[in-house]
């Protein structure tokens, strides 16, 4: 059974930084892709940022250069260190394993997390 638990989140300021968590299991972590995706209120769930299984990232236009995705294989997790921190980036955030590194599809849509909650705001 495919689990996948987000911690790390909370209140920031603008222009702080926060890093997030995600334990995976249940799959073949170490030969598959892994990303993590956010959703807004009202809005639907994005992709962020993508990491291969040995090197090899993507991420979203709007967070190239701020956010840096990393993974532990051996301890089966991913990481999400967020700098630069701006209000536009309030969502939850959750991981999943990823299909195709182009387009950020995640492979088990139908089992995502309980999400972690990031919140940026004075």
């Known amino acids: 059974q495919v689990q996948l638990v987000e911690s790390g989140g909370g209140s920031v300021q603008p222009g702080g930084s926060t890093r997030l968590s995600c334990a995976a299991s249940?799959?073949?972590?170490?030969?598959?892709?892994m990303g993590w995706y956010r959703q807004a209120p009202g809005k639907e769930r994005e992709p962020v940022a993508v990491?291969?299984?040995?090197?090899?990232?993507n991420y979203a236009d709007s967070v190239k250069g701020r956010f840096t995705i990393s993974r532990d294989n051996g301890k089966k997790m991913v990481y999400l260190q967020m700098n630069s921190l701006k209000p536009e980036d309030t969502a939850v955030y959750y991981c999943?394993?990823?299909?195709?590194?182009?387009?950020?599809?995640?492979?088990?849509?139908?089992?995502w997390g309980q999400g972690t909650q990031v919140t940026v705001s004075s």
């Open positions: 990491i291969a299984t040995v090197a090899g990232t």
């Open positions: 249940g799959f073949i972590f170490s030969i598959s892709a």
């Open positions: 999943n394993a990823v299909r195709d590194m182009a387009t950020m599809t995640p492979i088990f849509a139908g089992s």
